[in-house]
C-alpha cells in the first residue's frame, strides 16, 4: 500500500554525521564496575527504591518501585551488592544530583529467574499491559513516557494509527538505525504486541531516506510477518522524528495545540521502545540495557554499543577509545536537543541514546549571542509554525502572558531556530526559560488560590466559632436574667409591704445628700473661679454646671429642710429626769463635800483643787436643782402624780437580779455536770431567782411605760444644726490643712497664706464647737430621759417584729397545709409587717435624733472627771454584752427546738423573744458606740471601717495561704507559698495591731 | 414644523426607553464586591504573613485598591510588584524593605521531639496546615504551608524552623540566558564556527 508522504512547514538539514558510527555492528558494552540506577529515569514521579544498602541483587531483579500512574519500575542490570542509594550526578542539564541507587557489579551478572508468555494474546489486555509496566518500561526516543499509559489509551480513545517512529533525524545518532538493520523481527514482534493492545487500523513505521539499510532489514523482516503495516519512507528533514511532525508526515494531521495524539486517533512508539516490550513479553526481561551510539571527533572507534543502563559514561568512552586530550565537550543526546555534561561518572539511563564526545571543531562554545536583526529566518524553519522572534522578545522582556498567546507552548525546543539564527541567540534557552516561568506562576498561582480557599474557610470558621460563642454566650445571659427576675420577684412579693416603709424619706440621707451637693458645687466654683483667673477656656461650661449644682444644692437642702421639719421628734421635758439629775448631783457636791472634808481634816491633798470642784458640783447642783424646779412649775398642772419612781435603780436592780441568775445558772450547770448532788437545791433557787427576775424586769417595765415625758423640739434640732456646722468646719479644717501639709512638701510659695488660713479656718472650728457645746449645755438641764423614750419604741418595734415572725410563720405553715385560712392571714401578715416597718422607723428617727444628745450628755456629766470629748463607751464590754446576747439567744431557740415536740414552749418563746429583744438592745449600743469610734477614728484620717476591712482581707489572705500550704505539701513551691504567708501574715498582724489601737 | 417636531418626539422618546433600560440593567446587573480588589487578590501570593501590615491578602488587595503603595510583599516579591503594576497600570516600585526582603521560599517544620503539643502554632496558622491537639505532637503538612512564619514566634519551646525548599530535578527551572554582548554586525569575531558545520 503507499502511503502519500505530506510535509510539514520549516525544518533545517544539519550536517547528519550518522555515516561513523553505523561501521562496525552493535557491540557489547563491557561490564561496568559500578552500576547507578538514578531513580528517575523517566517523565513522572521518581520510583521508590526497594533495596537496602548491603543487599545483594540480581540482574533483572527490581530495586525501584513505580510511585503513582506516570512512573516506571527500576531493575539492577547486573548482579551485585547495593552499596548504597545516594546522591550522585544524573543526566540533567542542571547538573544537579538526584537518589540513585548504587551496586557494585560482582561481574557474575547473574540473571534472575524470568520467564517470557508464550502466547500473550491469552492474557486479559489490562494484565498484558501490568506486565509491560512491571518491566519498567519507558519511551527510549528521549522523552522516556512510560509506555504503559500509552498502551492505555486504546481504553478511553479510539486509536485507528499506529505510528512507529523510526526517523531517527538528529545528526550523529544512529542507534534505531542499527537496531533496525540488526533486530527487525525484535522490533515487529514489538509492534505485533502494541498492535494486539491498541488494534489499529493503520500501521505506519516512518523512517528517513537516509537510512536504506534499515529499511531493507524492516522489509525483509515485514515478509517473514503476518503484520500489516506500512513501512513509509519520509525524505530527511530536521525535525521529523518528532511526534507531531511525523504524524503531520504521515497523516496530514495536525495535532492541535495542547492535545495528544491520542485525542485525534493515533499513537506512536519509538522502535526502542518497540524492541523492550518484546523482550519484556517474549524473554521477560525488564528494560535493562538499550542501544547507545558513542560518537563524535574525539572517538577513536564510534559505534554503537548494547550498554547496561547506570553504565558510567566513563566506561563507554573508554570502550570506544575517546581522546579526552581531543574531547572539547561530552554531549549526551543529540547534537541539536542533548544536553553538555561535565561529568563521566553520570550513568547513562533509559532515555540516553547518544554519547557525541566533540572536539573543538566540532562542537565550538557557544559564540556571544548579538541582538535580532528581524532576519524573519527563525520562522521560516520553525516547524511549529510559531513566531520565533516574537516569543524571543516576549521571553527576553517577562511578557509571559503574551509569549503564551503566541502560542508558547507548541514549541517542541527543536533548536531549529537557533540554528539558523544568523545572531546567534540561544532562542531555545529563552524559550525553556520563559516555558518554566509560567510553569512556576501557575503553579504558585494553583498554590495562593489554594491557600486562599483555606485562609477564607479558616476565617469563616473562626466568624462562626465567634457567633456561636456570643449566641452562647447570650442564652446563658438571658437565662440568667431570667433567674435573677425570677428571684427579684420572689423578694418583691416577700417585701411588698415593707417596702411602703422606704417612702417617707431618711433624713439622714437626705442631710448627706444635700452636704455632698455643696461640696460639688463649691468644687465647682473653685474650679469656675480658677478657670477665670487663668483664662482656661471651658469657662461658659463651667459656669454652666456651676448653675445646675447651685440648683441641685438647693432643692437638696430644701428637701432635707423639709423632712427635717415633718418627723420632728416629740421630745417632751421629763421632770422626773430632771428630779434625778438634781438628785444625782446633790449626792456628788455631797461626796465631795465630804472628800474635802477629810482633807482638810489630814491636811493633805490638794484642797483648793478639791474646794473649786466642790464649788462647781455646787454650782451645777443649783442648776439642776434649778432646772428641775422650773421644769416643774411649767409642768406642774399636768404632771401626772406619780410615785417618784427611780428608773435607773429599777434597771439596775433587774441587771443585778439577772447577773445572779446567770450566775446561779452557771453554778447549776457546772454542778449538773460534775454529777453533784446539790444540783436539785440549786435549780430550785434557780427558778426562783428567775421568778425574782421576771418580778424586777416586769416592775421596771411597768416604770418605764409610766415615765412618759416630753421633751424639747427646738433644742435637739439646734443642737443638730450646730454639730453638722461644727463638724463642716472640722472636715474643712482637715482638709486646708492637708492642702497646706502637700504646699510644704512641695515648696509651694502660698504655703503661708494657707497656714493661715488654716489658723483662721481652726478658729472657726474652736467657735462653732463652743457654740455647739453650750447649747449642748443649755439643752442639758432640759435633757429628757431620752433613752426612755428610744427604749419603749425599740420595745414595740421587737414586739411588733416578734409579731410578724410568729404571724408569718403561721402562715406558712396554713400555706402548706393547705388552710383556707391563709389568704386571711398572708393579709394579717402585711399589716403587721407595715405595722413594724412604721415602728422601726419610728425609733430609727427617734435614735437619730437623741443620739447626739444623748452621748453629749454623757460626756458632759462625766467631764467632771476628764476630757468630755474622748470619754467613749467601753467597745470590748458592749460587744461582749452583744456576743453573750447572742449566745444566750441562741441556746433558747436550741431549747425550744429540742422541747418543740414537747408540751410548754410558749414560755420558752417569750423568753426567746425576750432574749432577742436585749440582743438587740445591746447590739444597738455596741453599734452606735462603734459608730461613735470611726468617727473619732475618722478624725485622726483613719477609716476603722476600712481598717477592719483590710484586717479581715488580711486575715483572710493568711488563712487561704496556710489552706495552700497544707495542700501543696508534696508540691515542689512550698518555701514559696510559705514565704508568701509569712508575708501575709505579717500584713495581717500589722492591720490588726492599728485596728485594736483604734478600737481600744 | 411638524417634521422638527416628530424628530424630538422620537429622540425623547428614544432616550428615554435607553434610560429606563440602562437604568434597570445598572440594578439588574450590579457587581457584586470590588472586583478590582478580587484582581489585585489572585496576584498576592497568599501566604497570609501580615508582613505588609495587613492582616492578610485580601485585605491588603482592598488596601492596595484604596491606594496603598504596592511594594509591601516581600513573598510576593518583584515578579507580583510588575504583576500588580501592569494591572493597575501604575509605576513598579522597588521593594519596600520596611516589610522585610524577598526571601527563599521556605516551609515551617516542627522538630516534632521537642513539641509540647501547646497548640499555639495551630492558632497562628492562617491556612490550618497545622495538624495536632493538645498535648500532642502537632506537625506541618508541608503540602499546605505557605511559609508564612508566622508560628514560629508563637511557639515557646523554638521547635519550628523555616527550611527553605530544595530544588529537586522536578522543580529545577531554566535559568534566563545570559544577554550575550550586543555587538554590531561588524565587530563580530570572523572564524567562529557553528555547531555542526563540521
Known amino acids: 500500500m503507499n502511503v502519500k508522504v505530506h510535509s510539514f512547514h520549516g525544518g533545517i538539514h544539519p550536517p547528519e554525521n550518522k555515516k561513523q558510527s553505523t561501521g562496525a555492528p552493535i557491540g557489547m558494552a563491557p561490564l561496568p564496575k559500578r552500576i547507578i540506577l538514578p531513580l528517575q529515569q523517566h517523565i513522572g514521579l521518581p520510583a521508590d527504591a526497594v533495596v537496602k544498602k548491603g543487599e545483594r541483587v540480581l540482574k533483572g531483579q527490581l530495586v525501584a518501585e513505580a510511585i503513582g500512574r506516570i512512573s516506571a519500575n527500576i531493575h539492577a542490570s547486573t548482579s551485585g551488592t547495593v552499596v548504597s542509594v545516594d546522591h550522585h550526578a544524573v543526566p540533567h542539564i542542571s547538573g544537579m544530583s538526584a537518589d540513585c541507587i548504587i551496586i557494585e557489579a560482582d561481574g557474575e551478572d547473574e540473571w534472575i529467574s524470568h520467564q517470557g508468555l508464550n502466547d500473550y494474546t491469552s492474557l486479559p489486555k489490562p494484565e498484558l499491559i501490568?506486565?509491560?509496566?512491571?518491566?519498567?518500561?519507558?519511551?527510549?526516543?528521549?522523552?522516556?513516557?512510560?509506555?504503559?499509559?500509552?498502551?492505555?489509551?486504546?481504553?478511553?480513545?479510539?486509536?485507528?494509527?499506529?505510528?512507529?517512529?523510526?526517523?531517527?533525524?538528529?545528526?550523529?545518532?544512529?542507534?534505531?538505525?542499527?537496531?533496525?538493520?540488526?533486530?527487525?523481527?525484535?522490533?515487529?514482534?514489538?509492534?505485533?504486541?502494541?498492535?494486539?493492545?491498541?488494534?489499529?487500523?493503520?500501521?505506519?513505521?516512518?523512517?528517513?531516506?537516509?537510512?536504506?539499510?534499515?529499511?531493507?532489514?524492516?522489509?525483509?523482516?515485514?515478509?517473514?510477518?503476518?503484520?500489516?503495516?506500512?513501512?513509509?519512507?519520509?525524505?530527511?528533514?530536521?525535525?521529523?522524528?518528532?511526534?507531531?511532525?511525523?504524524?503531520?508526515?504521515?497523516?496530514?494531521?495536525?495535532?492541535?495545540?495542547?492535545?495528544i495524539p491520542a485525542d485525534v486517533g493515533i499513537v506512536c512508539q519509538n522502535v526502542g521502545t518497540t524492541t523492550a516490550v518484546h523482550r519484556a513479553v517474549k524473554h521477560g526481561e525488564p528494560l535493562i540495557s538499550r542501544i547507545v551510539t558513542i560518537s563524535g571527533a574525539a572517538t577513536a572507534h564510534p559505534q554503537n554499543l548494547e550498554a547496561r543502563i547506570g553504565t558510567p559514561f566513563a566506561e563507554l568512552l573508554d570502550h570506544c577509545g575517546v581522546k579526552r586530550e581531543l574531547m572539547h565537550r561530552l554531549v549526551v543526546g543529540g547534537p541539536m536537543m542533548g544536553i553538555t555534561v561535565d561529568n563521566e561518572q553520570i550513568p547513562m539511563i533509559k532515555t540516553t541514546n547518544c554519547l557525541i564526545a566533540g572536539n573543538a571543531q566540532e562542537l565550538p562554545p557557544q559564540p556571544h549571542a548579538q541582538s535580532c536583526i528581524r532576519c524573519g529566518m527563525c520562522e521560516q524553519v520553525c516547524p511549529a509554525e510559531l513566531l520565533p522572534q516574537q516569543l524571543h522578545w516576549f521571553a527576553k522582556g517577562r511578557e509571559f502572558e503574551k509569549a503564551k498567546h503566541h502560542n508558547l507552548f507548541d514549541c517542541i525546543e527543536c533548536g531549529a531556530c537557533s540554528y539558523v539564527c544568523p545572531s546567534n541567540i540561544p532562542l531555545v534557552q529563552y524559550y525553556r526559560f520563559a516555558k518554566a516561568e509560567i510553569r512556576q506562576e501557575d503553579a504558585e498561582q494553583r498554590k495562593a488560590d489554594h491557600a486562599r480557599i483555606r485562609f477564607e474557610a479558616r476565617q469563616e470558621r473562626l466568624e462562626r466559632e465567634k457567633t456561636e460563642k456570643e449566641e452562647r454566650r447570650k442564652i446563658r445571659?438571658?437565662?440568667?436574667?431570667?433567674?435573677?427576675?425570677?428571684?427579684k420577684d420572689a423578694a418583691v412579693a416577700k417585701s411588698a409591704t415593707p417596702a411602703a416603709a422606704d417612702a417617707p424619706l431618711d433624713l439622714k440621707q437626705l442631710k448627706t445628700n444635700a452636704a455632698v451637693a455643696r461640696t460639688k458645687l463649691k468644687k465647682a466654683e473653685k474650679a469656675l473661679s480658677n478657670a477665670q483667673a487663668k483664662g482656661l477656656d471651658g469657662v461658659d461650661t463651667l459656669q454652666d454646671t456651676v448653675r445646675q449644682l447651685q440648683t441641685k444644692?438647693?432643692?437638696?437642702?430644701?428637701?432635707?429642710?423639709?423632712?427635717?421639719?415633718?418627723?420632728?421628734?416629740?421630745?417632751?421635758?421629763?421632770?422626773?429626769?430632771?428630779?434625778?439629775?438634781?438628785?444625782?448631783?446633790?449626792?456628788?457636791?455631797?461626796?465631795?463635800?465630804?472628800?474635802?472634808?477629810?482633807?482638810?481634816?489630814?491636811?493633805?491633798?490638794?484642797?483648793?483643787?478639791?474646794?473649786?470642784?466642790?464649788?462647781?458640783?455646787?454650782?451645777?447642783?443649783?442648776?439642776?436643782?434649778?432646772?428641775?424646779?422650773?421644769?416643774?412649775?411649767?409642768?406642774?398642772?399636768?404632771?401626772?402624780?406619780?410615785?417618784?419612781?427611780?428608773?435607773?435603780?429599777?434597771?439596775?436592780?433587774?441587771?443585778?437580779?439577772?447577773?445572779?441568775?446567770?450566775?446561779?445558772?452557771?453554778?447549776?450547770?457546772?454542778?449538773?455536770?460534775?454529777?453533784?448532788?446539790?444540783?436539785?437545791?440549786?435549780?430550785?433557787?434557780?427558778?426562783?431567782?428567775?421568778?425574782?427576775?421576771?418580778?424586777?424586769?416586769?416592775?421596771?417595765?411597768?416604770?418605764?411605760?409610766?415615765?412618759?415625758?416630753?421633751?424639747?423640739?427646738?433644742?435637739?434640732?439646734?443642737?443638730?444644726?450646730?454639730?453638722?456646722?461644727?463638724?463642716?468646719?472640722?472636715?474643712?479644717?482637715?482638709?486646708?490643712?492637708?492642702?497646706?501639709?502637700?504646699?510644704?512638701?512641695s515648696g509651694s510659695p502660698a504655703a503661708d497664706k494657707m497656714a493661715a488660713g488654716v489658723d483662721k479656718l481652726k478658729a472657726k472650728q474652736a467657735e462653732a464647737e463652743q457654740e455647739y457645746q453650750q447649747a449642748l449645755a443649755s439643752t442639758q438641764a432640759l435633757q429628757p430621759a431620752a433613752t426612755i423614750n428610744l427604749d419603749e419604741l425599740k420595745a414595740d418595734a421587737e414586739a411588733i417584729k416578734a409579731k410578724v415572725d410568729k404571724a408569718e410563720k403561721a402562715w406558712k405553715a396554713a400555706i402548706e397545709s393547705g388552710s383556707p385560712a391563709a389568704d386571711k392571714m398572708a393579709a394579717g401578715v402585711d399589716k403587721l409587717k407595715s405595722k413594724q416597718a412604721e415602728a422601726e422607723q419610728e425609733y430609727q428617727q427617734a435614735l437619730a435624733s437623741t443620739k447626739p444628745q444623748q452621748l453629749a450628755a454623757d460626756s458632759a456629766a462625766e467631764s467632771d472627771n476628764g476630757p468630755a470629748a474622748v470619754t467613749l463607751v467601753d467597745m470590748k464590754e458592749l460587744k461582749q454584752q452583744v456576743s453573750i446576747m447572742r449566745t444566750k439567744l441562741k441556746k433558747a431557740e436550741k431549747q425550744l427546738e429540742e422541747s418543740a415536740a414537747g408540751s410548754d414552749t410558749s414560755t420558752l418563746t417569750t423568753e426567746i423573744e425576750q432574749l432577742k429583744q436585749r440582743h438587740a438592745e445591746a447590739k444597738a449600743t455596741f453599734d452606735a458606740a462603734e459608730a461613735d469610734k470611726i468617727a473619732a477614728a475618722a478624725q485622726q484620717g483613719i477609716d476603722l471601717k476600712q481598717l477592719k476591712i483590710d484586717a479581715a482581707l488580711a486575715r483572710a489572705a493568711v488563712t487561704k495561704a496556710e489552706r495552700a500550704l497544707s495542700k501543696a505539701d508534696d508540691n515542689v513551691n512550698v518555701s514559696e507559698l510559705e514565704q508568701s504567708l509569712v508575708v501575709a501574715k505579717q500584713q495581717a498582724d500589722n492591720l490588726n495591731i492599728t485596728l485594736e489601737r483604734f478600737s481600744e | 414644523m411638524s417634521a422638527v417636531l416628530i424628530a424630538v418626539f422620537v429622540l425623547l422618546a428614544l432616550g428615554l426607553v435607553f434610560g429606563i433600560l440602562l437604568g434597570y440593567s445598572s440594578i439588574r446587573f450590579k457587581v457584586q464586591g470590588n472586583p478590582l480588589a478580587d484582581q489585585v487578590d489572585s496576584l498576592l501570593p497568599q501566604t497570609q504573613c501580615g508582613q505588609c501590615s495587613y492582616p492578610g491578602c485580601r485585605p491588603y488587595a482592598e488596601a492596595i485598591v484604596n491606594g496603598e503603595a504596592i511594594n509591601k510583599c516581600p513573598p510576593g516579591g518583584m515578579s507580583t510588584i510588575e504583576a500588580l503594576a501592569d494591572l493597575l497600570?501604575?509605576?513598579?516600585?522597588?521593594?519596600?524593605?520596611?516589610?522585610?526582603?524577598?526571601?527563599?521560599?521556605?516551609?515551617?517544620?516542627?522538630?516534632?521531639?521537642?513539641?509540647?503539643?501547646?497548640?499555639?502554632?495551630?492558632?497562628?496558622?492562617?491556612?490550618?496546615?497545622?495538624?495536632?491537639?493538645?498535648?500532642?505532637?502537632?506537625?506541618?503538612?508541608?503540602?499546605?504551608?505557605?511559609?508564612?512564619?508566622?508560628?514560629?514566634?508563637?511557639?515557646?519551646v523554638d521547635c519550628i524552623d523555616m527550611i527553605p525548599i530544595e530544588t529537586t530535578l522536578n522543580t529545577w527551572q531554566w535559568p534566563s540566558p545570559k544577554p550575550g554582548i550586543e555587538l554590531i554586525a561588524t565587530d563580530r569575531t570572523p572564524g567562529i564556527a557553528r555547531g555542526g558545520d563540521a
Open chain 1, 553 to 745: 444644692s438647693d432643692t437638696a437642702q430644701q428637701a432635707y429642710e423639709q423632712a427635717q421639719q415633718a418627723p420632728a421628734p416629740v421630745a417632751t421635758v421629763d421632770i422626773k429626769q430632771l428630779k434625778t439629775n438634781a438628785a444625782v448631783a446633790r449626792t456628788k457636791l455631797k461626796k465631795a463635800e465630804k472628800i474635802l472634808a477629810a482633807a482638810q481634816e489630814s491636811g493633805d491633798g490638794d484642797i483648793a483643787e478639791l474646794q473649786a470642784s466642790v464649788t462647781q458640783l455646787a454650782a451645777k447642783s443649783a442648776t439642776a436643782e434649778k432646772a428641775f424646779k422650773d421644769a416643774d412649775a411649767g409642768t406642774g398642772d399636768t404632771a401626772p402624780a406619780q410615785p417618784a419612781v427611780d428608773l435607773e435603780a429599777l434597771k439596775a436592780d433587774a441587771e443585778a437580779i439577772k447577773a445572779k441568775v446567770d450566775k446561779a445558772e452557771k453554778a447549776w450547770k457546772a454542778a449538773v455536770e460534775s454529777g453533784s448532788p446539790a444540783a436539785d437545791k440549786m435549780a430550785a433557787g434557780v427558778d426562783k431567782l428567775k421568778a425574782k427576775q421576771a418580778e424586777a424586769e416586769q416592775q421596771y417595765q411597768q416604770a418605764l411605760a409610766s415615765a412618759q415625758v416630753q421633751q424639747p423640739a427646738v433644742s435637739a434640732a439646734r443642737l443638730d444644726e450646730l454639730k453638722a456646722d461644727a463638724a463642716a468646719i472640722k472636715a474643712k479644717v482637715a482638709k486646708a490643712k492637708k492642702a497646706w501639709k502637700f504646699a510644704v512638701e
Open chain 1, 130 to 259: 501490568e506486565y509491560i509496566r512491571k518491566a519498567g518500561v519507558a519511551g527510549m526516543g528521549g522523552a522516556g513516557f512510560p509506555t504503559d499509559v500509552k498502551l492505555h489509551l486504546g481504553d478511553d480513545h479510539i486509536v485507528n494509527t499506529l505510528i512507529i517512529n523510526a526517523a531517527e533525524c538528529e545528526p550523529y545518532i544512529t542507534a534505531d538505525d542499527m537496531l533496525m538493520r540488526e533486530r527487525a523481527e525484535e522490533i515487529l514482534g514489538g509492534i505485533e504486541i502494541i498492535s494486539h493492545l491498541l488494534k489499529p487500523l493503520h500501521i505506519m513505521v516512518g523512517i528517513e531516506d537516509n537510512k536504506p539499510q534499515a529499511i531493507r532489514a524492516l522489509h525483509a523482516a515485514l515478509d517473514k510477518s503476518e503484520l500489516n503495516l506500512d513501512i513509509v519512507i519520509i525524505p530527511t528533514k530536521y525535525p521529523s522524528g518528532g511526534e507531531k511532525q511525523l504524524i503531520k508526515l504521515l497523516t496530514g494531521v495536525e495535532v492541535p495545540g495542547g492535545k
Open chain 1, 477 to 487: 445571659a438571658a437565662e440568667a436574667a431570667r433567674n435573677q427576675a425570677a428571684k
Open chain 2, 89 to 156: 497600570d501604575v509605576e513598579a516600585l522597588p521593594l519596600d524593605a520596611e516589610h522585610g526582603e524577598e526571601q527563599v521560599q521556605a516551609i515551617a517544620y516542627i522538630r516534632e521531639d521537642e513539641c509540647i503539643g501547646c497548640t499555639k502554632c495551630i492558632q497562628a496558622c492562617p491556612v490550618d496546615a497545622i495538624l495536632g491537639a493538645a498535648k500532642q505532637m502537632h506537625t506541618v503538612i508541608e503540602s499546605e504551608c505557605t511559609g508564612c512564619d508566622l508560628c514560629v514566634e508563637p511557639c515557646p
